[in-house]
């Protein structure tokens, strides 16, 4: 289906839901619902169960989906909302928990790693994914955006609300650091 | 180049985590939600209304200590409204008590259903298993006598799976093979028979 038409789509599944058809905002759940949560997985460290947070993006995008102007794309806008909810979420969690120190965190991961203790690449994903959890959350969003959910430069900019070279300056900051932390991972791999 | 790197190594280290987990996300559940979010968000600011308004009401009874002492009955008056406000806030909080518990037990009974909806049958699970076992005896017994000429093993598995599972799609099977090995040994023993009869003559 071409961008147009989805644009189409999306718009006569919002007229549906103002004119009061469930069925619309269930088809909106049935097409976004994954994207949504493969997105509060990643911004939220890969926690796996990330139900509370989807749960908390369709209440609000159910509350709020009659005020929808229809300026940007419906998708931009479920993403927004699921970047915001993951901000107070993780803020939340972090308020209620004491700062977990390094070693810590590496004990949790290693009950993770079921038994396969040696597999390396398992490993070094294990790193890596950590060192993108560790970015803080302006570079954070933009890295998982960018280069995990495959979002256009001009979606990022509407999402986040900030400019092309607000965005390029955070990306380049982003990259610098994620080199310093698996600069070894990177050259392996060329 | 470097950022073609780094986007490799991301979406590998993505993949190799786990899926993400997530409900049924329905639209009659999300109203609820919904509602409920909107009671609670009424109710505590009502709840703490109703507390200051009780305070206000007992510090304005405590500062008249000092002037002309009131009516009996306005006393007992002000007291049935200090109560009333008590049992109203008493009510709103439990309300918003019942909700929030009711709102926990919905979404464990949401995680339940769904981790039992996980669950095989374990009926069709050992079904499937035995069918799955039947099959692999039929197998090795085919290729006992197809492939390394032993006849005698392959009857031996053959009647295992008939006797083993009797009812079971690969028995059939089984007994069509045995059937079919019986008559191919009735046909060589009469050709040797024929051969037999034949030798005295060329001789």
């Known amino acids: ?21 469930d069925s619309a905002f269930d088809r909106i759940v049935e097409q976004h619902s994954a994207e949504i949560a493969a997105l509060a997985n990643r911004l939220l460290g890969w926690p796996g169960d990330v139900d509370d947070v989807v749960q908390e993006v369709f209440v609000a995008a159910f509350l709020g989906l009659k005020k929808f102007r229809g300026e940007c794309r419906l998708r931009t806008w479920l993403f927004t909302i699921t970047v915001n909810k993951c901000r107070s979420h993780r803020f939340r969690r972090l308020r209620r928990l004491r700062p977990a120190t390094m070693e810590e965190a590496e004990a949790v991961e290693s009950r993770d790693r079921s038994g396969d203790e040696a597999a390396m690449d398992q490993e070094a994903f294990v790193r890596v994914r950590r060192a993108v ?11 998982t955006l960018k280069y995990l959910q495959g979002s256009e430069a001009s979606e990022i900019c509407e999402l986040l609300g900030i400019t092309v070279n607000a965005m390029q300056v955070r990306l380049n900051r982003a990259r610098k650091r994620l080199k310093e932390q698996l600069g070894d991972l990177l050259e392996e791999k060329s | 180049m470097n950022e073609e790197r780094i986007r490799t190594l991301l979406q590998k280290a993505d993949e190799a985590a786990d899926e993400p987990r997530f409900g049924p996300v329905t639209v009659g559940g999300i109203r609820a939600q919904a ?23 007992l510090w304005a009874i405590c500062m008249q200590t000092g002037r002309p002492q009131p009516q009996p009955q306005q006393i007992v008056s002000l007291e049935e409204q200090v109560k ?26 949401a ?12 009926v069709k699970e050992i079904g499937r298993q035995v069918d ?36 079971n799609q690969w028995a059939d099977v089984a007994r069509e093979r045995l059937s079919q090995i019986e008559q191919r040994q009735i046909n060589k023993s ?3 028979k024929g051969a037999a009869k034949c030798e005295p003559r060329n001789a």
Do not use: H
Request: hydrophobic share 40%; glycine share 2%; aromatic share 6%.
């Open chain 2, 84 to 109: 009333q406000l008590q049992t109203q806030t008493d009510a709103t909080l439990k309300l918003v008590r019942e909700v929030l518990e009711r709102d926990r037990q919905d979404r464990r009974l």
């Open chain 1, 133 to 143: 959890q560790m970015l803080p959350q302006k570079y954070r969003e933009i890295v």
């Open chain 2, 35 to 57: 509602r409920r979010r909107q009671l609670v968000r009424i109710g505590a600011p009502m709840a703490a209304a109703a507390m200051v308004l009780v305070g206000v009401t």
């Open chain 1, 1 to 21: 289906m071409s961008a147009m038409a989805k644009v189409t789509e999306e718009q006569a599944l919002v007229e549906r839901f103002r004119r009061g058809e």
């Open chain 2, 190 to 192: 009469d050709r040797q």
């Open chain 2, 132 to 167: 799955k076992t039947a099959f692999i005896l039929v197998y090795q017994a085919d290729k006992l006598y197809k492939e390394l000429n032993q006849t005698d093993s392959a009857v031996r598995a053959y009647r295992e799976v008939i006797q083993l599972f009797p009812t």
């Open chain 2, 111 to 122: 995680a339940l259903e769904t981790e039992l909806a996980s669950i095989p049958d374990p």
